[in-house]
């Protein structure tokens, strides 16, 4: 009769020890997992200033601000200082930049890395848009000051 009792003591006991330890994994588990910050969907992010796609996109975006200044030179990217993009439909390029303006007067047909950079510095920042779809780079907005 006492091992009866040992045994139904002992089973009864089971329920208990089994529900501790499924609290213990279920706590682990809690434990693992941990909020952590994601950025939505077509937010900005920082990209590094020297990589080659934000060389390329830069460059673009002087090439087209060549196109619409109103000086007489070719100005020449110097520096990429900050980049910036956001992923939506398209992708848009924030960028901050200095260019340098060029001895190169735009009368001529050259090769503007054959150029000399003459004195005049600015310090501009660049919006541009590129569409997947027509795999074309768009300067949306540009600001430049000395």
Same mark, same amino acid.
């Given at each position: 009769?006492?091992? !009866?009792? @040992?045994?139904?003591?002992?089973f ?5 020890? $089994?529900?501790? +330890?499924?609290?213990? !994994? $279920?706590?682990? $588990?809690i434990? %693992?997992?941990?909020? *952590?910050?994601?950025? =939505? $969907?077509?937010? =900005? ?7 080659? +796609? !934000?060389?390329n ?17 070719y /100005?020449?990217?110097?520096?990429? #200082?900050?980049? +910036?993009?956001?992923? #939506?439909?398209?992708? #848009? ?7 340098? *303006?060029? &001895?190169?007067?735009?009368? %001529?047909?050259i090769?503007? @890395? ?11 920042? /660049? +919006?541009?848009?590129?569409? =997947? ?12 000051? &000395?």
């Amino acid at each position: 009769m006492a091992f !009866i009792k @040992k045994i139904l003591l002992f089973f009864s006991l089971m329920p208990v020890f $089994v529900l501790s +330890e499924s609290d213990q !994994i $279920v706590e682990d $588990v809690i434990e %693992e997992i941990k909020p *952590r910050y994601i950025k =939505p $969907v077509g937010a =900005p992010f920082r990209m590094d200033p020297n990589s080659p +796609e !934000i060389q390329n996109v830069a460059n673009n975006a002087v090439a087209e601000y060549n196109k619409i200044s109103r000086g007489k030179n070719y /100005f020449i990217l110097l520096n990429v #200082t900050s980049a +910036e993009a956001q992923v #939506t439909n398209t992708i #848009t390029y924030k960028l901050n930049a200095e260019i340098g *303006r060029s &001895k190169c007067k735009k009368s %001529e047909d050259i090769n503007l @890395k054959a150029c000399a950079l003459g004195k005049k510095r600015l310090n501009c920042h /660049f +919006e541009i848009q590129f569409h =997947p779809s027509k795999n074309k780079n768009a300067l949306i907005d540009s600001k430049c000051k &000395k």
